[in-house]
């Protein structure tokens, strides 16, 4: 018993070390991401602007998101949806820090829980409404099928998914949010390393962290009004500037 216990507590550092980057002397409050502590990035970031004040992001954080999005997106729309630039710049956001830590190596900071080699991230309902075109999030939206996604097929490669489109069994393409959180998972870019090799991330509304995660007691959620005071402080910086 004595040495399994010692074995969980060796494999906890050692996600907390890769965690945190090896950076020294690092503690709780360092990003999950950069695993530093949040900080003004310099060179400023191009796709994550919002977070220029302070991120948890650096320029090569920044050029995955960008990337992943252009993957998702054909360039004529890369701008159309700023909910959806948000979703993907979550971890970038300030707030993205680990604040605790468990002995089977699960860590969590607001937001955000690490566990094993998985990273999830929770996305209040306002937030949801938002990206979703303040449509019903238990129905498809048809929010982007302006532009259609460029979503990973069953047989490989990519193929164009207009979201509110019916299907063969006349159902919707992506029904609610939940199921558009899963399939954006897939491609959301991996800024989080654990043990050295990038972490899976799972994307979840509010209402499936809860019934799901009920030992996470100091669990919050990402809003559409914290976004909006990201924005406003990306605004004044552009004044000052």
């Known amino acids: 018993?004595?040495?399994c216990v010692a074995r969980t507590a060796v494999n906890a550092m050692v996600v907390m070390r890769s965690l945190v980057g090896l950076v020294a002397g690092a503690s709780a409050g360092?990003?999950?991401?950069s695993g530093m502590s949040p900080d003004k990035p310099f060179p400023s970031l191009t796709q994550?602007?919002?977070?220029?004040?302070?991120a948890c992001c650096k320029s090569a954080h920044d050029h995955l998101v960008k990337s992943a999005l252009a993957d998702l997106l054909a360039p004529a729309c890369l701008k159309e949806y700023p909910?959806?630039?948000?979703?993907?710049?979550a971890l970038c956001d300030s707030e993205s820090v680990w604040n605790s830590d468990e002995p089977t190596g699960v860590f969590t900071g607001g937001h955000v829980r690490l566990q094993g080699d998985t990273v999830h991230l929770v996305f209040c309902e306002s937030f949801l409404k938002s990206l979703w075109g303040d449509q019903d999030l238990n129905q498809a939206t048809t929010?982007?099928?302006?532009c259609g996604l460029l979503l990973d097929s069953e047989g490989g490669g990519k193929r164009v998914v207009v979201p509110s489109a019916q299907n063969e069994a006349g159902e919707a393409e992506i029904p609610n949010v939940d199921s558009f959180l899963e399939r954006i998972s897939a491609i959301y870019p991996k800024l989080v390393l654990v043990n050295g090799a990038a972490a899976n991330v799972r994307l979840l509304s509010e209402e499936k962290a809860k019934a799901e995660f009920t030992d996470w007691e100091t669990m919050e959620c990402l809003s559409s009004s914290w976004m909006f005071s990201?924005?406003?402080a990306a605004f004044l910086a552009l004044l000052r500037w």
């Open 1 to 3: 018993l004595k040495k």
């Open 30 to 33: 360092a990003c999950f991401a």
């Open 48 to 54: 994550c602007y919002r977070h220029n004040e302070e």
């Open 83 to 89: 909910m959806l630039e948000d979703l993907f710049c």
């Open 143 to 146: 929010e982007f099928d302006n």
């Open 230 to 232: 990201t924005s406003f």
